[in-house]
């Protein structure tokens, strides 16, 4: 059966072309693969090939012709024995690609004009009457890989020092011992490659926790974490997930310079198909990376060197978990609601204790979770306080409070009775000395200061 | 690369000939509908043809067995095809409609199977490399026996996590095949300009990998070198290289004019090494298939090529919700 030939698209932008040269006369034979004629766009020449075997029966557009639209019939193939001159001359438009999409489906919505009070999951995480015990951070993250390593045999932790070193902040105290090489894996210093060797094993079936030593060398890795491990499931069309925690010590530690002192929530908070959690508390750490372990998606689970050392009481159950994207209301209040996570919730403690002192009620919000965001915890509150500031370390633009505060612009702009005030670290790579470390971070004063102007006092 | 040249009766059945005559041309024409779809604008973005490089995956996954796993680049519709993915939904995922295997949300550069054991499909150049030293970590995890072939370029070589993964796999022993797919040109610049050695799979040696060079137009050679490969894999004795050297006869995408090499380049390895031209040859000469048999795959194949590009076209657009589906598990 004789087929048109039709003008080809050579890149994905060209819509039409010069059809410089044909390379074929009618009544030549050509097969698949043969060079018929050279097409240029406005970028290059290019050679255009037979997709099938036949005999040019006709040419339809001459060399040289300028302006040739994409899917222009440009030729006749016919068959031994066939004549060219049965076809119709015009293209069938059927052929065409698909016109656009068209209309784009509606996106969730994210401005009310006059919003309802979102639903909030305030129930406890854990029983009223369970027995506490303090615990360091430190013990809580190790209790939560033990007892998850326990209950699941395709659960096993990598990263440098892990092992034999017992971890370089000894958050793997003991785990060696216990569960041994196979599923505790001293690494080579080498981001980029174990990242993806766990990301593929997950792939594989396994649920490995991969422990950068700290985030910042976690950069060496992201193009793993967020191109393979985030986007995969989206790629697959929901076939292949990558059920994997990254974990590790994140944010300023102290004195350890530009380079190692770095808040990466904001930068991981942007990318779909990842979790992030940064906690605060013990039981929060502990809780929080048992459900990371058990999601069966990738959650980048952001730690802090200096809160490793600091007990909390932490309640003895069986199996606690904290379900990821739920903040936790730390103190009730009426004046202002403070939003923290992480290390900055010690400033924002510090300051609410204190403000408290001045007759200021602050509602103190842990996010806990930063994606998915509990953001309808922070539009509750600041439909009831009217004021709201953020605190975080890390820096100030494309800060994690900067889409708090765009979401509640958007969703609760009626409810505001001042500003959003953003405190964040200084906008500065982090200094080694002293005295100018101490004001590249966030302060409590700071967070005094923010509140107090939000509430005008 | 060998001339295409039969200098002795291999020791091949008729059946078998004829069945990687049966995959490689099935790639082929895929290829080439796929090429024709590109021009006619039902296919978008990037679109990166396998022509002249069929014979790799046709030999290595004859050499695989069932479990096997296997993982590449976003030159991926041949791996697809060769691990027996169903051409009409890898077809209309290029044409990025809902029967495509990723429901058009993947693309070209992005399929994956769990039921074929195919992992992607990986759109950063060498980022696959870790990906599949890792599947072979959870084989060697969970002890079954279970060999990765992760097929890179020769542009991948050039990547730092290439040599990372290298010395991990070796001194954990991974049951991974490297597969460099040396088609001597990492886009548009030739290993000449862009690789300090030769053979690429002397690099291997630094991390005690072994390795060797195949005859990737040889379809024979590679399944040959590829069982060799394997059962090292499969005694324990962790990684292989195999550098298959191969020829891709298309631009490195669809928008590529290929003007890094002549014409005449490419016509003599289409003349004279060509994979498909090959097997036809040992089966008209070692009188395993006459032409009329030959006549008969040709126009099976065309078939399913048809079918499959038919489906492409007819297969509608995904829904606008799919939009929001996916992300998470």
């Not at chain 1, 013990?282 to 730690?303: H, T, Y």
């Not at chain 1, 990821?324 to 009730?332: F, H, Y």
């Not at chain 2, 060769?82 to 044409?95: K, S």
């Not at chain 2, 797919?181 to 300090?196: I, L, P, V």
């Amino acid at each position: 059966m004789a087929t048109e030939i039709l003008m080809p698209a050579l890149s994905p932008t060209m819509e039409e072309g010069t059809l410089a040269k044909w390379l074929v006369k009618e009544g030549d034979t050509v097969s698949s693969g043969d060079i018929m004629a050279e097409i240029e766009t406005d970028k290059a020449t290019m050679e255009f090939e037979a997709v099938d075997e036949g005999i040019v029966g006709k040419i339809l557009i001459t060399e040289g012709t300028e302006g040739v639209k994409v899917n222009t019939p440009i030729a006749v193939l016919v068959e031994e024995g066939e004549d060219a001159s049965a076809l119709p001359t015009s293209a069938p438009a059927a052929e065409a690609a698909p016109e656009a999409a068209p209309e784009a489906a509606p996106a969730p919505a994210t401005t009310a004009a006059a919003p309802a009070a979102p639903a909030v999951d305030l129930s406890p995480d854990w029983p009223a009457d369970a027995e506490m015990k303090s615990e360091t951070v430190r013990e809580a993250l190790r209790d939560a890989m033990a007892e998850e390593m326990r209950g699941d045999e395709d659960v096993y932790l990598m990263g440098e020092e892990v092992a034999e070193y017992q971890g370089a902040y000894k958050i793997s105290q003991g785990l060696l011992d216990e569960f041994g090489a196979k599923r505790v894996i001293d690494t080579p210093i080498t981001e980029h490659g174990f990242a993806g060797i766990a990301v593929g094993s997950a792939f594989g079936g396994l649920k490995p926790i991969v422990e950068f030593m700290t985030f910042n060398f976690a950069m060496q890795a992201i193009d793993q974490i967020i191109n393979s491990a985030a986007k995969t499931l989206y790629m697959s069309g929901g076939q292949m997930g990558c059920p994997i925690v990254f974990r590790g010590p994140n944010g300023a530690a102290a004195r350890v310079g530009a380079q190692h002192s770095q808040d990466y929530a904001a930068w991981y908070m942007q990318i779909p198909g990842l979790k992030v959690v940064m906690p605060y508390s013990a039981a929060d750490a502990k809780g929080l990376l048992k459900s990371a372990i058990r999601d069966p998606n990738p959650v980048v689970f952001l730690e802090n060197e200096i809160l490793y050392g600091r007990s909390f009481d932490v309640p003895q159950l069986d199996d606690l978990t904290v379900p990821l994207g739920k903040a936790r209301i730390w103190r009730e209040g009426s004046d202002v609601t403070i939003v923290s996570f992480g290390i900055g919730m010690q400033y924002a403690l510090e300051a609410a204790d204190k403000l408290a002192e001045e007759g200021i009620s602050a509602e103190v919000i842990d996010l806990r979770t930063i994606r998915p965001m509990d953001t309808g915890a922070i539009i509750n509150s600041v439909m009831k306080t009217n004021r709201l500031v953020t605190v975080e370390e890390g820096w100030p633009q494309g800060s994690v409070g900067s889409y708090i505060s765009s979401v509640v612009m958007q969703e609760a702009f009626d409810y505001l009775d001042a500003p959003v005030i953003n405190c964040t670290g200084k906008d500065v790579p982090m200094p080694y000395a002293a005295n100018l470390e101490k004001l590249a971070l966030i302060t409590t004063d700071e967070v005094i200061e923010a509140v107090k102007q939000v509430t005008y006092r | 690369m060998a001339a295409r040249k039969i200098t002795k009766k291999p020791n091949v059945s008729a059946e078998e000939l004829k069945t990687y005559y049966r995959e490689m041309l099935l790639i082929r024409r895929f290829e080439e509908k796929a090429g024709q779809l590109y021009g006619m604008g039902l296919i978008g973005g990037f679109c990166h043809l396998y022509i002249g490089q069929e014979a790799v995956v046709v030999g290595l996954e004859a050499a695989a067995r069932e479990g096997d796993k296997r993982i590449t680049s976003y030159r991926d519709h041949g791996h697809m095809l060769a691990c027996g993915m169903d051409p009409g939904g890898v077809m209309a995922e290029l044409t990025g409609r809902e029967g495509g295997l990723s429901k058009g949300k993947g693309g070209s550069m992005h399929m994956f199977s769990k039921e074929k054991h195919f992992y992607g499909g990986h759109g950063i150049v060498g980022a696959q490399v870790p990906l599949g030293a890792g599947l072979a970590f959870a084989d060697k995890y969970k002890e079954n026996g279970g060999v990765t072939f992760t097929y890179f370029g020769d542009g991948a070589a050039n990547q730092g996590q290439v040599y990372e993964t290298f010395n991990m796999a070796a001194i954990w022993d991974l049951p991974v095949i490297f597969v460099i797919e040396n088609n001597q040109y990492a886009m548009g610049t030739s290993q000449a300009r862009s690789t300090s050695t030769k053979d690429i799979y002397h690099r291997g040696e630094a991390f005690g990998i072994p390795g060797e060079i195949v005859n990737g137009m040889d379809v024979l050679a590679v399944k040959a070198a590829g069982e060799k490969a394997v059962a090292h894999c499969r005694a324990g004795k962790g990684p292989y290289i195999l550098e298959v050297k191969t020829y891709r006869y298309r631009g490195h995408s669809m928008s590529d004019p290929a003007k890094y090499r002549t014409r005449e380049e490419v016509q003599k390895v289409r003349e004279q090494s060509d994979p498909i031209e090959h097997v036809r040859d040992l089966l008209l000469t070692g009188k395993h298939a006459t032409e009329d048999d030959l006549k008969a795959i040709d126009k099976e194949i065309k078939e399913v090529v048809n079918q499959a590009a038919e489906f492409s076209k007819e297969s509608p657009e995904p829904s606008l919700d799919e939009l929001w589906t996916d992300i998470y598990a």
